[in-house]
């Protein structure tokens, strides 16, 4: 399994670009997940989905930040327009959940390092 | 609210010198319980999980960790580190009293370990 896939790796852009972060999640799970890490706040989880529907988004910091599943292999999160505070390493994460037997253990893709000039 | 304490931020140690990092939990029902390691520059990788049974746990590299219920605790331990030890370490909690997409994962602030030769 290829696991979490995460793109682009590294992303710098200037102060109001438009910026896309991507993740396929491992096939099989889900439940997929979005953090964001800093040195200041440390590991923080922005949104998840369930089955594709967003479950709590309670975690997105602002209006500039939307998260998409369209299915579920797909998720996107976005930043419109960057600010140079949302500097950060930004993970995905996924995990099987269901009534089946669910792990709850979640495995991290290898994260974007974003840099917002 | 909810929370996981992870008391000691950073730790130096020596080659060879046992290891105890300390994890509490403030949830009062069924949970599952993780320890993460990510070493520099990379994402978080999974050490151990409790989900039941046998309270102390192995995991990978030679680590293990004890749920103590009555003291919602689940430190990690390692009887001899190594230098390749160094990196940050993190505890998670699943609290099943969750409902509405209870699959959430509550970390600590992590741990940063240094283990010198």
């Known amino acids: 399994d290829a696991g979490v896939i995460q793109s682009p790796r590294h992303e710098v852009t200037e102060m109001g670009q438009e910026v896309t972060l991507r993740c396929k999640p491992i096939s099989g799970h889900n439940s997929l997940f979005w953090y964001r890490q800093t040195m200041m706040r440390g590991l923080e989880l922005l949104i998840y989905?369930?089955?594709?529907?967003?479950?709590?988004d309670s975690g997105m910091p602002e209006d500039r930040f939307s998260a998409k599943m369209p299915n579920a292999s797909f998720s996107t999160l976005k930043i419109q327009p960057s600010e140079p505070r949302d500097s950060a390493v930004y993970f995905c994460?996924?995990?099987?959940f269901g009534a089946g037997g669910s792990s709850y253990e979640q495995y991290f893709g290898p994260g974007t390092r974003l840099t917002v000039t | 609210a909810q929370s996981v304490s992870q008391h000691n931020h950073h730790v130096i140690l020596s080659e060879a010198a046992s290891l105890e990092l300390g994890c509490n939990y403030s949830y009062g029902g069924t949970v599952n319980l993780f320890w993460y390691v990510q070493y520099p520059g990379q994402h978080l990788q999974l050490l151990l999980k409790y989900f039941s049974g046998d309270p102390l746990v192995k995991g990978i590299k030679g680590f293990e960790a004890e749920f103590i219920k009555s003291k919602f605790s689940f430190n990690l331990r390692k009887p001899s580190v190594q230098w390749s030890d160094t990196a940050e370490y993190f505890c998670a909690v699943n609290a099943r009293i969750l409902t509405g997409g209870g699959n959430k994962l509550t970390f600590g602030t992590g741990t940063q370990l240094k283990v010198e030769l």
């Open positions: 989905f369930n089955n594709n529907v967003p479950i709590d």
């Open positions: 994460a996924s995990s099987f």
